[in-house]
């Protein structure tokens, strides 16, 4: 994370805080997150706090913390006008902050469950904006101030232009995606090699779950299991490139491609190699529905080191995914399909399989595609064992 948004205050300038509690929520890469404050005081908010919705560099000051028996030495002349280090009179030179659940208090209900911040219920009324229809971006889809200003700027009903062209502002996400997008493709060398796969095995394994049982796995879990066991045999398929040098992870941290309202978030999990498949169905279910409901926390989309994507669901037989830097490889996964399939040609025997496309697109700089085929071939091979 390089940059985030102040999405609003939860505390107002002169109120009175206690450790512990939310004063701030702020957006990152892709997740949003109350902030708590370990000092109890008063809170500052000088004219040099961006405002909310602006996009700031990480480090950017945004008020202070002043304790109550120092506030009358409190010289708010004394904040710096650039990004220097922030002077605190009396106060201790770094404020700890650390993520929380945001709280019941800060979110106002009206008759039909829709949920809106004090601030962004406070901007509504003073535009005349009609939030009980607004699709809310904040956390758990709570109208946040930004969707206000959206909505006042860009009403629902405004007519199109005169060739029926209709502008709509980019969100913080869909530009981060955007911008990530364009890195991935510029910065590098992406190969993709698909080859088709037996899963009737898996198939068999789903079958011997009963339905309504919650640890059911997914075809994407019993993948990821797999993926798993396979990069420590590969692990140039788990690295990233780094300016001039290859970073090999000693962790193995998947990541699987959510599709949510929002855009696209990869929720990670961590040290797959160590895990069972009945603890991989548990987690799936948790991230994936974070991941929707916009309440995953920063350190569950961090630290990946190889992605998996899929378009299956979408009657999708293969693609070409792209790299989600700075990992060096993503799998793709295709939808599944019956077919028939040669299982002996000497005695013209014949089946009806369970087949599936998986697309690997990894980067040339940091492995070459004879490495990449093999790991290709091995997971097959780890997908449906050879007889």
């Not at 605190?88 to 809106?116: C, E, F, Y």
């Not at 037996?198 to 299991?225: C, F, G, M, Q």
Request: a negative charge; one cysteine or more; charged letters at 25%.
């Amino acid at each position: 994370m390089e940059e985030g948004v102040l999405v609003e205050w939860l505390k107002k300038n002169g109120d009175q805080i206690k450790s512990g509690d939310l004063v701030c929520t702020i957006e990152g890469d892709k997740a949003t997150t109350d902030i708590e404050s370990f000092e109890s005081g008063i809170l500052r908010i000088h004219n040099i706090s961006p405002d909310p919705g602006v996009t700031v560099k990480v480090g950017t000051l945004l008020g202070y913390v002043v304790p109550e028996n120092e506030l009358d030495q409190f010289d708010p002349n004394l904040v710096p006008k650039s990004s220097d280090k922030p002077i605190h009179v009396g106060a201790p030179d770094t404020i700890k902050l650390q993520a929380k659940p945001a709280r019941k208090s800060s979110i106002v209900k009206d008759k039909n469950d829709a949920t809106i911040s004090p601030r962004a219920l406070r901007i509504a009324t003073e535009l005349g904006v009609e939030w009980q229809a607004i699709q809310g971006s904040g956390r758990t889809g709570r109208i946040i101030e930004a969707d206000i200003r959206q909505a006042a700027r860009f009403p629902s009903n405004d007519p199109c232009d005169s060739i029926g062209h209709r502008s709509n502002l980019v969100g913080n996400l869909r530009g981060i995606i955007a911008n990530r997008m364009i890195e991935s493709s510029q910065t590098t060398a992406p190969v993709t090699l698909t080859s088709e796969i037996d899963v009737t095995e898996l198939a068999n394994i789903r079958k011997s779950w009963p339905k309504n049982d919650s640890l059911r796995p997914a075809y994407h879990d019993l993948l990821l299991e797999l993926v798993g066991k396979a990069l420590p045999d590969f692990p140039s398929m788990n690295a990233s490139w780094d300016d001039d040098k290859i970073i090999t992870h000693d962790q193995v941290n998947i990541g699987i491609a959510v599709d949510t309202d929002r855009g696209l978030i990869v929720p990670v999990f961590a040290n797959v190699p160590e895990k069972s498949i009945e603890a991989i169905c548990t987690e799936s279910k948790q991230l994936i529905n974070a991941a929707r409901m916009n309440t995953l926390l920063p350190a569950q989309i961090q630290n990946g080191t190889f992605t998996i994507t899929n378009l299956g669901m979408y009657g999708i037989d293969a693609f070409t995914p792209i790299i989600n830097l700075p990992q060096c490889a993503i799998l793709g996964i295709g939808r599944i399909t019956s077919k028939v399939v040669v299982l002996d040609e000497l005695k013209s025997l014949t089946g009806i399989r369970k087949m599936v496309f998986l697309s690997l697109t990894f980067d040339h700089r940091v492995v070459d595609g004879a490495y990449a085929a093999r790991f290709l071939h091995h997971l097959g091979e780890l997908i449906h064992p050879p007889l």
